[in-house]
């Protein structure tokens, strides 16, 4: 099967200006997560969806991340305005379901987002 | 709340020689307990995960982990250590099953550098 796809693999921008990620989960996987990891840490949830709707974005700056997943498939994570302290790389992750025994997760192979 | 400690940043091991890469937890009832690997510019790729049964756990590439109660612990280990083993091993746990989410906390990662 295919894996979780992510674009673009790199991103530099200036502080203050806007970007955007996008993740295709792997087909029929229900919930889609995006990580942050900044250099030296573990990757840090932002938000999780289950279908088109949202699970957890507790840990989200909503002043200036959003995210959404339309039709319950592919997602966008859009960083506006930018600022030096998001660089890092952006993980997307997709499972079959949220709650649900041991369902595993697969990982895209994320964006590194550079902020300068 | 859950958390998970790896109290090494680095590991050094010479090529043949056994390896353990540590993993503590804290968690209100059983545990879920996983471990990846990264390697540079890559995604995190599963290795194994602890759900329940035997506290002996075996996953990929030759990995097994060992789960501890009385400790707290989730060490990761290989009987003999391979060059290409080189990469940053994180640790993970998650709600047990019926949580609201089974988002991953992801401890900080340990870099294993197995020397030729």
């Known amino acids: 099967e295919a894996g979780v796809a992510q674009s673009p693999r790199y991103k530099i921008i200036e502080k203050r200006q806007s970007v955007a990620f996008w993740c295709n989960p792997i087909?029929?996987?229900?919930?889609l997560y995006w990580y942050q990891q900044i250099l030296g840490q573990g990757p840090k949830l932002l938000i999780q969806?289950?279908?088109?709707?949202?699970?957890?974005d507790s840990q989200l700056p909503k002043d200036r991340f959003s995210a959404e997943r339309l039709k319950g498939v592919d997602s966008t994570l859009k960083i506006q305005p930018a600022k030096l302290e998001d660089s890092a790389v952006y993980l997307c992750?997709?499972?079959?379901?949220?709650?649900?025994?041991?369902?595993?997760?697969?990982f895209g192979s994320g964006t590194r987002l550079t902020v300068v | 709340a859950q958390s998970v400690a790896q109290p090494e940043d680095q590991v050094n091991v010479a090529e043949g020689n056994p390896l353990t890469v540590k993993c503590t937890y804290s968690?209100?009832?059983?545990?879920?307990l996983f471990w990846y690997v990264q390697y540079p510019n890559r995604g995190l790729q599963f290795l194994l995960k602890?759900?329940?049964?035997?506290?002996l756990v075996k996953g990929s590439y030759g990995f097994e982990a060992e789960f501890n109660k009385s400790q707290t612990s989730f060490h990761l280990k290989k009987p003999s250590a391979l060059v290409s083993d080189s990469a940053l091993y994180f640790c993970?746990?998650?709600?047990?099953?019926?949580?609201?989410?089974?988002?991953?906390?992801f401890g900080t990662g340990t870099l294993l550098a197995v020397q030729p």
């Open positions: 992750a997709s499972s079959l379901a949220t709650g649900s025994g041991n369902y595993g997760y697969t």
């Open positions: 087909s029929g996987h229900a919930t």
């Open positions: 969806f289950q279908n088109n709707g949202v699970v957890d």
């Open positions: 968690v209100s009832g059983n545990p879920y």
């Open positions: 602890y759900i329940t049964g035997d506290n």
């Open positions: 993970a746990v998650r709600e047990p099953y019926g949580g609201a989410t089974n988002k991953l906390i």
